[in-house]
Every structure is written in C-alpha cells, then in structure tokens.
C-alpha cells in the first residue's frame, strides 16, 4: 500500500513542477526584452557542477547601449557640411565631375624676381605655342570720362559661391595664340557673357574686329577704340593670326611671325554689326565687395592685372580639386582676363579666372586666383554693357541689379520702378 502511495505523491510532485515551470515561462514571455534579466553564460547553464559566481563578481552585463563614439572608426563619423560645401550638381552645372575647392596646398608662394630675359616682358609656352604677356606702363587702363560704379549693394544673404558656367552665362573660350592681343580676347569674353545674361539671340562677337580698331597692348586704347561701335560675330569675321600679327604694333607680335607689317582696311573695320558695346563702368579692382557686387549682378569683370609668367605657367592641378593660380608679386608684365565667379574657402575669397590662352590651360581654359594676388597685382577693371545691334538693350537682371526702388520689369527687362505692392512691373503696367 505504501509504495502506491509513495508512487501517487512522485506523480503529483512532478506534475505540480511542470505546471510551475510553464506558468513561469508564460509570465516571462509577457516581459518586453529590454526589462529581462540578463541570462548567464551557456558554458554556466549547461554544467552542474559549475556553481554560481559569487556576489562581488557580478555577472557580464549585456546591455543595448551603443558603444561609445570613440571606438567608431574615424570613416564613420561624417564631418558636417563646411561653408565652402558647393551647391549640388544640377543639368545646368559645368560639364565633368563637380568642381571641389579644396585645393590640397592653399595656394603656392613664390618668391619675387628681376624681370624676364628675352622678348618683350615675358611669355608663357601653353601646348608648343609661345604667347607673349603685355608690358606695363602707366595708361595701359586709363579710360577718361568713365563713371564709376555706384558703391557695393550688400546681398541679404552671404552669397559664398557663384560661378557663371554654372548658369550657362558664358561664351566659348578664345585663343590668343602667338600675338599680344590679350586685351581684344579678354573684351570679347566679357562681351559674350553680356549678351548671353541680356538675352535675345547669342553669337560670339569677333575678337580679330574688335583687335583692327586698336591693334596695341593697352586695354584703354581698345576701349576707347570700340565704345559705342558695332561688333560684327566671330562666325562673319573669324580670328585669323595672321591678320592680327600682321595688324599689331611691334610691342603685340614679338611672338608671331609676320613678314611685313600691314595695318586694317576699311573693310576690315566696317563689318556688318552683330553687337554694339553701350557703356563702361570702372570697378575698383582692390575691393573684394566691389568684385563680388559685379559678379552678383551676373557681369563678367574685365580685370587687367601684373602677372609673373611662372606663376601662370604653374597652374596647380590635382584630380580633386580646381586649379589654382599661385600667389605671386608681378612686376612689369600685364595681362587682361575675365574674372567670372568667386568663392569663399577658410575665411578666404577667389575668384573665377577666364583666360585667352586656349581650354588646355588650366581647366578648360579656366582657373582660380586669390584675391590678396588680385588686389597686390591691379592695374584697371571694367564691367560693360552691350546690346544685340538690332535689338533693344536689355538691362542687367542679378539678385539687386536695379538702383534701389527699382525692379527690372517682367517683360522688357529693363529696370523700372517697383509696383505699389513691392513686385516687379510687367510692360510697364502693374
């Protein structure tokens, strides 16, 4: 009877033990995870003969706190976007990868030297070809009865970057080749940007029309030749080096070869206008706030400036970055360019750099230059307004390029009061 009894009570006991050991698995599942108690080592749980640590020895605690920032790898922790990020590549920016400012040395002091040996006051050789620099003398930007620009207009928001490829504002690259026409290539740039930002048709105007009125290296001279003249395009009156040396005063064609010196007839000089250039305004080519208020009004800057042929030569290249024109002091070359961008690195400003030497210098024709080598280098800066010859003139229309009061009107484009309502007129009516 005993052992009946003694088998009944196992058979209880054992079943009382399951019973506990499920309800407790049921409540235990109904903990959410992050509440449970860590559960030991397997390597524990499975011996028995393993006693349980002691109290001062506490148990590894897996928690679900991330381990601290600095066991990241430094690859993993993003650098937030600095104020020289660029905006993001769209369908209307420059062709090829998008361009990075960062330039690995920050620019290249070199030393001042005595002026170049050999012709003229120097030369660049760009791709086999010897391209001579102007010589400096004192009215090589001197323009009489030229208005100056009214005082910079500060923008509402600090603008760090601005390039004019991006806004499809600029014409083709020109080549100067071997003759000392900087100043015509540089103008005709300026000129092409004009037209392209004013609209209403676009054809590169000619550099070699431009040159047989003022066949000389003295930007003011060229200046004073063609202001309020007809500019015939470049698909009429093509460049042609051989005019041109054969054009230039002995100062321009050291370079060329040209058996006799001849001078422009009358119907190289009278082409059928495509162009006209309006009006000058001299900018003040030390003030970074004058440049950049140019450039904001969407107007190429014609800048002339002394140059070290060395440093030009040197345009620093890298695959990641734009090049970069080194700092120099200049001497007695000079040389006109067109500035058509600006940005801002490290609390520094550069500017946009479009040369006349052919796309292979630099990159497509095109380079950075800082703007203490600006300032230090300055001999003259212009902004211009041209107009289609056929066509009525269209005025600026950047962020705030109107006087203040003013807005360019909707249809004409041409800047006239503001409406009661503070918007723009639309053919002169509000």
Not at 271 to 282: D, N
Request: net charge positive; aromatic share 6%; hydrophobic share 40%.
């Amino acid at each position: 009877m005993l052992p009946d009894v003694m088998r009944s009570l196992t058979v209880r006991a054992f079943l009382a033990t399951l019973s506990l050991a499920y309800l407790g698995a049921l409540v235990a599942s109904c903990v959410p995870p992050s509440r449970r108690r860590p559960e030991p080592p397997s390597s524990m749980a499975q011996s028995p003969i393993m006693s349980p640590p002691p109290v001062t020895a506490p148990l590894p605690v897996m928690t679900e706190t991330p381990p601290p920032a600095t066991t990241l790898p430094p690859a993993a922790t993003a650098a937030p976007p600095t104020s020289t990020t660029l905006p993001p590549a769209t369908a209307t920016a420059t062709p090829g990868p998008r361009p990075s400012l960062r330039w690995p040395i920050g620019g290249l002091k070199l030393p001042a030297r005595t002026p170049p040996k050999g012709k003229g006051c120097g030369e660049v050789q760009i791709d086999g070809v010897t391209i001579p620099l102007d010589c400096f003398h004192a009215a090589y930007g001197a323009m009489s009865g030229i208005p100056v620009m009214p005082a910079p207009v500060p923008p509402k928001k600090l603008v760090e970057y601005l390039d004019h490829r991006v806004s499809k504002m600029e014409g083709p690259v020109r080549h100067q080749k071997s003759v000392g026409s900087a100043v015509a290539h540089a103008l005709a740039s300026v000129i092409d940007q004009t037209l392209i930002r004013n609209g209403g048709g676009f054809l590169p105007v000619s550099a070699l029309h431009l040159w047989a009125r003022s066949p000389k290296p003295s930007l003011g001279e060229l200046l004073q030749a063609n202001l309020g003249k007809g500019i015939a395009d470049e698909g009429r009156v093509p460049y042609d080096e051989a005019k041109a040396c054969a054009w230039a005063s002995p100062e321009a064609s050291l370079a060329c070869t040209r058996s006799a010196q001849g001078t422009p007839s009358a119907a190289d000089l009278d082409h059928a206008p495509f162009a006209r250039l309006l009006s000058l305004l001299s900018v003040d080519g030390t003030s970074g706030e004058a440049l950049r208020d140019a450039l904001l009004r969407d107007q190429d800057v014609l800048y002339a400036l002394r140059v070290d042929p060395e440093a030009w030569k040197a345009v620093i290249k890298s695959a990641d970055a734009e090049p970069l024109i080194p700092d120099y002091t200049g001497s007695t070359a000079v040389h006109t360019v067109a500035l058509a961008g600006f940005a801002l690195q490290d609390g520094q400003w550069y500017y946009l750099v479009k040369n006349s030497w052919g796309s292979s210098w630099g990159r497509g024709g095109y380079a950075w230059i800082q703007e203490g080598t600006l300032k230090r280098n300055f001999v003259a800066a212009f902004v211009v307004q041209a107009s289609v010859a056929t066509g009525p003139t269209i005025g600026p229309v950047g962020p705030h390029s109107c006087p203040p009061g003013q807005l360019p009107d909707g249809t004409t484009k041409i800047c006239a009061p503001a409406c009661p309502n503070g918007l723009p007129r639309k053919g002169g009516a509000c």
